[in-house]
């Protein structure tokens, strides 16, 4: 069953159950999908969807330091339900470790010496995260403190 099919399924049985945090999330998230297909003019591999997702996922992160800043926990607190509800349609997340071994295959392969190679290695290592859900600043600042 594609992301996108498991969506729709579950929008069904979100409707049915009359859930409405959920159909409401369900619906943003289907949405999301289609306006990146239509974008691309051409249906989303699962890959593509996972990257949708995970776009969303850091948008609600984003809103909710806002919403704390700003002193509206309960707009904070709503926004990590629908985190929540979205990484339930995510990979599992790469460990610490699998990071740093990511990180150290990706300079050995790339040859990095300095932070000049960033590009690479960043490169490098989101393709052997590829499948795993990864949050690129947290990757980022790891492969800083390894290059310096």
Do not use: C, W
Not at 22 to 43: C, F, H, Q, Y
Not at 133 to 147: C, F, H, I, N, P
């Amino acid at each position: 069953m594609t992301p996108q099919e498991k969506i729709q399924a579950d929008l069904s049985d979100a409707m049915r159950s009359k859930d409405v945090l959920r159909l409401s999330v369900l619906r943003m998230m289907k949405t999301a999908v289609k306006n990146k297909e239509i974008e691309k003019m051409k249906p989303l591999d699962e890959g593509e969807v996972i990257s949708v997702l995970n776009t969303l996922v850091k948008q609600r992160k984003d809103s909710v330091d806002q919403f704390r800043s700003g002193g509206r926990e309960e707009m904070a607190q709503k926004e990590e339900a629908e985190i929540k509800i979205i990484e339930a349609y995510l990979p599992a997340a790469a460990s610490e470790d699998e990071i740093r071994g990511a990180i150290e295959e990706a300079v050995k392969e790339t040859g990095a010496a300095s932070i000049k190679d960033m590009g690479k290695v960043m490169k490098a290592v989101l393709g052997r995260l590829a499948g795993k859900s990864a949050d690129g600043s947290r990757v980022s600042q790891m492969v800083k403190e390894r290059l310096h």
